[in-house]
């Protein structure tokens, strides 16, 4: 799967399933519709999208969906997607502008000297 673009309310859906590993499409309407209010239907329509995304499959019998992608998997394209539309690809631009946004702790930019050690090995 080389691209897989997720709007807000699959998410909403995926999580459940990054959560539960699988689940009954009548248990997530219930679900969705306590925490997000949605109707059955709609629930059942935006998993419809996605098992022709790829990003699910349904298993019978009991509509048991399960996700085909982790949640990694979603974060590094989005994240991908991201630095193209706003850093024009850029992933030095991307970071320069982070580090230099945020207010890190020592702890953090520990984290961070170790990952780039980790990367030149």
């Known amino acids: 799967m080389s691209e897989l673009r997720l709007h807000e309310g699959e998410l909403n859906i995926m999580e459940l399933l990054w959560s539960n590993k699988t689940l009954a ?31 699910i499959v349904r298993e019978d019998p009991g509509f048991i969906c399960k996700a085909t992608v982790s949640k990694r998997m979603v974060q590094q394209m989005e994240t991908l997607n991201l630095i193209n539309k706003f850093y024009g690809g850029s992933f030095e631009s991307f970071i320069a502008e982070y580090l230099r946004s945020q207010d ?6 520990d984290l961070l000297e170790k990952i780039v050690k980790e990367q030149r090995v």
């Open 25 to 55: 499409a009548k248990d997530m309407a219930k679900i969705i519709k306590e925490y997000v209010g949605w109707e059955k239907n709609t629930t059942y329509t935006v998993i419809k999208r996605l098992i022709d995304k790829g990003a």
């Open 104 to 109: 890190l702790s020592a702890v953090e930019l």
